[in-house]
T-cell receptor, first 108, second 113 residues
Framework: RKEVEQDPGPFNVPEGATVAFNCTYS??????FFWYRQDCRKEPKLLMS???SGNEDGRFTAQLNRASQYISLLIRDSKLSDSATYLC?????????FGKGTRLHILP | EPEVTQTPSHQVTQMGQEVILRCVPISNHLYFYWYRQILGQKVEFLVSFYNNEISEKSEIFDDQFSVERPDGSNFTLKIRSTKLEDSAMYFCASRKDSQGAGTFGSGTRLTVV
């Protein structure tokens, strides 16, 4: 079983819609959690950290459920510029472990 | 905003040659990483480095690979005797502590011919 699993998509979503991504992780020793975005042929860039209490940054909301080992990302009022691959990232010991990513296409 | 800097941005090398990929992490960061991403595939962990030694490495990071922090600022990845399948984007990352998010450099695209 992969340590971090995500639906690869692609998700094709009209501009202005709300879209949600999910991610599960297998190792309960995982310590901190993040969402990154990656544009084509570019480096991963931190989108936001994920906390158990849930956290929001503008149109983006992230949630962590440690009991279910599940992380989510919600994007409201999606923009064309949100088109990218969204990477679920888990920190365990000295490793930063990436999911394979979920591709999002925002359609005009 | 502080950046992780990687050079070169693109390197083409012949199979069997050695390459050194260079990174300058953010200056007050203590944890350093190398990752690779084969085109169309996931970002794969290679190695982590802390306190002047390797703290963890993946099964990909075999004897062909080595890392060094030769001075206070550079962090290098050496690949000996490159193979065609080493062609990938190689990302360096650093972070201040073991729980924080990593900051990634813009990568070196390695093409082995």
């Amino acid at each position: 079983r992969k340590e971090v699993e995500q639906d690869p998509g692609p998700f094709n979503v009209p501009e202005g819609a709300t879209v949600a991504f999910n991610c599960t992780y297998s190792n309960s020793a995982s310590q901190s959690f993040f969402w990154y975005r990656q544009d084509c042929r570019k480096e991963p860039k931190l989108l936001m950290s994920v906390y158990s209490s849930g956290n929001e940054d503008g149109r983006f909301t992230a949630q962590l459920n440690r009991a279910s080992q599940y992380i989510s990302l919600l994007i409201r009022d999606s923009k064309l510029s949100d088109s990218a691959t969204y990477l679920c990232v888990v920190n365990r010991d000295d490793k930063i472990i990436f999911g394979k990513g979920t591709r999002l296409h925002i359609l005009p | 905003e502080p950046e992780v800097t990687q050079t070169p941005s693109h390197q083409v090398t012949q199979m069997g040659q050695e390459v050194i990929l260079r990174c300058v992490p953010i200056s007050n960061h203590l944890y350093f990483y190398w990752y690779r991403q084969i085109l169309g595939q996931k970002v794969e962990f290679l190695v982590s480095f802390y306190n002047n030694e390797i703290s963890e490495k993946s099964e990909i990071f075999d004897d062909q690979f080595s890392v060094e922090r030769p001075d206070g600022s550079n962090f290098t990845l050496k690949i000996r005797s490159t193979k065609l399948e080493d062609s990938a984007m190689y990302f360096c990352a650093s972070r201040k502590d073991s729980q924080g998010a990593g900051t990634f450099g813009s990568g070196t695209r390695l093409t082995v011919v």
